[in-house]
């Protein structure tokens, strides 16, 4: 059974050295399903219709529930244990979905030996993109003042969906502004992502760019200080100023960040690690700077 759902900007900055890029990663959030309360739901947080129709499936309790319980998700089917049902409780009964009640060892053989599901899955369809330069007015809408400047975390080709959910997860936890990936050659969002991201992906705002250069200078053009995480940067992220809008880069463990991704940063900088280990995981590298960047 089917459940249908139907500005502020960032101060702008001056960056000495930088030139305004020509055109706009900008869009004009809309959603054509405006007349239902999840329809006026999503048009206020900035969703825009996806180019596909496509649908994911969820695993994992937090998950699951953080889904079930977003405005933004158009729910398919929802598949569970008793033992699940009875944890995530009135969540189920206010979704509108009418469970499939099955084994945990047929969950298993549905979604895989290797897959830790916690007895429960859910199809939904993918959620809608906002733009890039949507950003800073979700942010504005969602904590107002408080919130402070901005800050948008950028993966250059970060493939691993534990480390991407990680990161998912840690900038919900920080109130992100959101997370630029890129569309090819990163993990897709739902599946392990989604579990490793806690139900991040339902709170944070991941826009997917198909020229990571381009966005940068987007971002930049729009006001944000871009600054790339590398151990070797030449400044430490602590000195960084807190009341600007900052779009944080972290290159792939392995390989980095690419050298046009690098060329395109403002500054590079290294956190301030003093231990034995000089590096740390993407994951726990954005956490940090998450943390240090607080205004």
């Known amino acids: 059974m089917a459940r249908s759902k139907g500005g502020k900007r960032p101060r702008v900055v001056a960056i000495p050295g930088r030139n305004e890029a020509e055109g706009s990663g900008r869009g004009s959030p809309s959603d054509q399903r405006t007349d239902t309360p999840r329809g006026r739901a999503a048009r206020r947080i900035g969703r825009r219709p996806a180019a596909g129709d496509g649908s994911e499936t969820l695993f994992g309790l937090h998950a699951v529930a953080a889904a079930l319980a977003n405005p933004a998700r158009d729910l398919i089917h929802l598949t569970a244990t008793e033992a699940a ?27 895989g030996n290797d897959t ?16 890039l330069g949507d950003l800073a007015h979700l942010h504005a809408d969602r904590h107002g003042a408080d919130g402070g400047p901005p800050r948008v975390l950028v993966l250059d080709q970060v493939t691993d969906p534990h480390n991407v959910g990680a990161i998912i997860r840690s900038a919900a936890a920080f109130g992100a502004a959101g997370v630029v990936t890129t569309r090819r050659n990163t993990a897709p969002l739902g599946g392990v992502t989604a579990k490793a991201a806690s139900g991040g992906v339902e709170h944070v705002p991941v826009v997917q760019v198909g020229n990571l250069a381009q966005a940068l200078r987007d971002l930049a053009r729009d006001g944000y200080r871009v600054v790339g995480l590398d151990g070797e940067g030449e400044h430490a992220l602590s000195d960084i100023r807190k009341d600007d809008a900052l779009a944080l880069v972290l290159g792939a463990e392995g390989p980095g960040m690419r050298r046009l991704t690098r060329e395109t940063c403002d500054f590079m900088c290294r956190l301030p690690v003093r231990g034995g280990i000089t590096s740390l995981n993407v994951s726990n590298a954005a956490a940090v700077a998450l943390a240090l960047t607080q205004a």
Do not use: F, I, S
């Open 85 to 111: 049902l009875e944890q995530l409780g009135k969540t189920v009964d206010a979704c509108g979905l009418q469970p499939e009640v099955r084994t945990t060892h047929d969950l298993t053989k549905l979604l």
């Open 116 to 131: 830790v599901h916690q007895g429960v899955a859910l199809k939904a369809r993918t959620l809608q993109q906002p733009a």
